[in-house]
């Protein structure tokens, strides 16, 4: 598993009114606040098998198990639409019985899906705004090359550095732990 540093399409981008110098000025003001982690696996899985079983509404309990000071996902609540359809939300509930709210923003299969995660009733709530994950799937020889983004945006630019922290030392394990539960679930059913 390793960070990335590619660059990708991302189909949240909008067209914007640029400024004098050619940059949109809100944009550039959210990215200045953005802290982004990405992370990489192989998956032993056919890429529709590894896309349905990652964006699977019932997931969640069995691939984020918690890491550090993050705990796991114990349920999700409120379910407001089919999962594969933008715009359908849903309270994730956590182990240590906090919540978030989350949003489903893109669904491509079995390409790429990404949400939206938003109110959080735990201490990230004076860190962040919201946070966006976003999942490419690559057919590779042998199964999928999945590759994970999460990028929160901070509250402001004195929060970005604690929340900045905190992703760097807890959030990547997070992700890493889900991604080792994935690559697992695939290489028993070998």
Known sequence: ???????????????????????????DRTARLEVAVTREM????????????????????????GYGLVPGVASTSNVSGPWDQPGSTRIVHLLDGSTVNEEITHYDRPSYFAYRVSDPSFSLKHLMSYARGQFWFTPTEGGTQVTWTYTFLARNSFTKIPLGLFVGTQWKGYMDVCLRHVARHFANLL
């Not at 598993?1 to 944009?27: F, Q």
């Open 1 to 27: 598993m390793s960070i990335a540093n590619t660059m990708r399409a991302d189909p949240e981008s909008s067209s914007r009114h640029l400024g004098k110098d050619g940059v949109d000025p809100a944009a």
């Open 42 to 65: 192989f998956i032993p899985g056919d890429i529709s098998d590894v896309f349905d079983f990652v964006a699977a509404q019932d997931v969640l309990p069995k691939i984020l198990t």
